[in-house]
Structure formats: C-alpha cells, structure tokens
C-alpha cells in the first residue's frame, strides 16, 4: 500500500490549501484515514480522521469550523480542505491509513501504512 500527498505550499494567513491523500496497492474503501501534522520541535498530532464510510469525523479542536477531511472513495482519495489558515497550521503533513472497519482511528501507533509528508507554510 502507497500513499502519496501532495497540495502543500507557501500561503498567506486567512488563505486556503487543499492537501491530497492518493492510496494505492490496497482496498481503499476498507481504511480508516487520517491527517497527522508536525511542526517543528514539537511532536506529531492528529488533525482529522474519517471512517471507512466517511459517515464519522474527528476534528483537534484548533481546527474546528476551518479544516474539512473527505474521501470519495471511488477516486482511492482522501482530502483536506484548509481554510483560514494562521501561522500556527505550519508544518509537515501527513496521511495515514489503518485497515478497520470500525471507526475512525485516533492513536498514530495504530496506523499502518504513511505517506510521505507534504510541508505547509503558513506567512503571517
């Protein structure tokens, strides 16, 4: 299984990225997927996760009403979609991918399959 991500870029404060999650090698529609960032000096964190369906979503609570997580399945693609963005959203992103059915998936340990990051800069 590959994951490639890509949509990063440099982008003024109150602008908009979409990033792009492209699963290939695998069953698509039987992953639980997710958005981690990582800044730097800090450590990894979740940002969004999305269930197989698409049916639930988690958000972290600083990006609540900016940041949207989608997958249409029948493209093997994930999204997120970043509006309003501060200088505090700069970091590498990533996305990830677990096999299950049954949720979305909070803890990165559980994730099996990662993409390769893609940076995010945030000018003020």
């Known amino acids: 299984v590959q994951l490639q991500a890509s949509g990063g870029g440099l982008v003024q404060a109150g602008g908009s990225l979409r990033l792009s999650c492209v699963v290939s090698?695998?069953?698509?529609?039987?992953?639980?997927m997710g958005w981690f960032r990582q800044a730097p000096g800090k450590e990894r964190e979740l940002v969004a996760a999305?269930?197989?369906?698409?049916?639930?979503?988690y958000y972290v609570d600083s990006v609540k009403g900016r940041f949207t997580i989608s997958r249409p399945n029948a493209k093997n693609t994930m999204y997120l979609q970043m509006n309003s963005l501060k200088p505090e959203d700069t970091a590498v992103y990533y996305c990830?991918?677990?096999?299950?059915?049954?949720?979305?998936?909070?803890?990165?340990?559980?994730?099996?399959?990662w993409g390769q990051g893609t940076q995010v800069t945030v000018s003020s």
């Open positions: 090698g695998g069953t698509f529609s039987s992953y639980a």
């Open positions: 990830a991918a677990e096999p299950t059915l049954t949720g979305w998936v909070g803890p990165q340990r559980r994730y099996d399959y």
């Open positions: 999305i269930t197989w369906s698409g049916g639930s979503r």
